[in-house]
């Protein structure tokens, strides 16, 4: 029992030793600096850039061929593919029924004329009356307007080319019977190429008619053409925010044809913008932000709206001014209202042991 005393006693002193190891350490760590971090300054200046998008060719000048008049098919010489010119005959429909038709009224008309120019000679003399002239006279006219719209009619059961183009499609074939308004041709001209860009309504300001542009098919990915703005189309959809524009190709070549993907590049005019790295721009559940720093190196976290991406900006419609400084590196650990430093500089408080009351 003796023995065991002097350990009783050592017990204590050595439990003590060990409680004040972990405080002498913590004393003597040293503070982790606060966290670096790389700023720049909001901008607000004129912007420029060029955008590529894809677009699908088609021909302006696009025309599907109806007969006017029902009837048997006897001539139709013309494929898909194959070029026509100007007035060349296309389709040709039995017309043996309207043409009888057509003598018949020419021949009534003729006696009306005969009629009216006898009438005309016993009016002079008196022996008949005016009432009777009258009538005779007015026959003579439906005489002349039915056999003008027999003519017009016989005229109808023949198509020909409006323009110079290629046929594209060809839904018919001679001997067919077809009614009135039925489509047996399309007539295209590939020379009115157009193509068609879907664009964000933030693009949209920055482009004008008349604007050029240069297209690159994949098809010819060697090969560039120029061409410019037809139109910019006044509404924009609802649903998809993005408006229709129409691109004209200055002379398109032969292997160019409707129904192709083409790739744009357009050149925005500057307008001026707010802009900021798109490094600086940050998103979360609840939406866009942006962590500033005031002149005391303290971070904020700032709200904004954001615009169109240019190249490795992005404008800001909503939530900062030119000047702010805001944080496009360093983004670990960072939150509202902590001291920072910037990348570089000597470290000199701790890392988020300091935050600002908002």
Excluded: W
Aim: with cysteine; charged share 25%; glycine share 6%.
């Amino acid at each position: 029992m003796k023995r065991l005393a002097p350990l009783l006693i050592l017990i204590p002193l050595l439990a003590a030793c060990s409680k004040d190891e972990p405080a002498q350490a913590s004393q003597q760590r040293p503070a982790r600096p606060a966290p670096a971090v790389e700023v720049t300054a909001v901008l607000h200046q004129p912007v420029g850039q060029q955008i590529v998008r894809v677009a699908t060719l088609r021909a302006e000048r696009e025309v599907k061929l109806t007969t006017e008049e029902e009837g048997r098919i006897e001539r139709l010489p013309y494929y898909q593919g194959d070029l026509v010119k100007q007035g060349e005959e296309l389709l040709r429909l039995n017309d043996t029924l309207l043409v009888a038709q057509l003598n018949k009224a020419r021949a009534q008309r003729e006696q009306a004329e005969l009629d009216v120019r006898r009438l005309e000679r016993l009016q002079q003399s008196r022996v008949v009356a005016e009432d009777e002239l009258a009538r005779a006279r007015t026959a003579l006219q439906v005489a002349q307007a039915e056999e003008d719209l027999l003519r017009i009619r016989v005229g109808n059961t023949r198509i020909r080319a409006p323009f110079d183009g290629v046929i594209s499609a060809r839904l018919a074939e001679p001997g067919d019977t077809v009614g009135r308004f039925a489509h047996v041709l399309t007539l295209t001209d590939p020379r009115s190429l157009l193509a068609d860009l879907s664009l964000s309504e933030l693009v949209l300001p920055a482009l004008a008619v008349g604007d050029s542009v240069v297209l690159r098919l994949d098809s010819l990915s060697s090969q560039s053409f120029a061409g410019r703005i037809l139109r910019i189309h006044p509404s924009v959809n609802p649903q998809t925010r993005q408006g229709l524009v129409e691109v004209r190709i200055d002379s398109p070549p032969p292997v160019m044809r409707p129904g192709q993907l083409a790739r744009v590049s357009l050149q925005l005019r500057p307008l001026p913008r707010t802009t900021i790295p798109f490094a600086a721009l940050r998103r979360d559940t609840e939406g866009e932000f942006v962590f500033t720093m005031d002149k005391n190196q303290v971070l904020h976290r700032v709200p904004v709206v954001s615009g169109i991406q240019l190249g490795e900006t992005v404008e800001i419609l909503e939530g900062l001014q030119a000047g702010q400084m805001v944080v496009k590196g360093g983004f670990l650990g960072l939150a509202e209202g902590m001291t920072v430093r910037l990348a570089g500089q000597t470290a000199s408080r701790p890392e988020g042991g300091e935050r600002r009351a908002p």
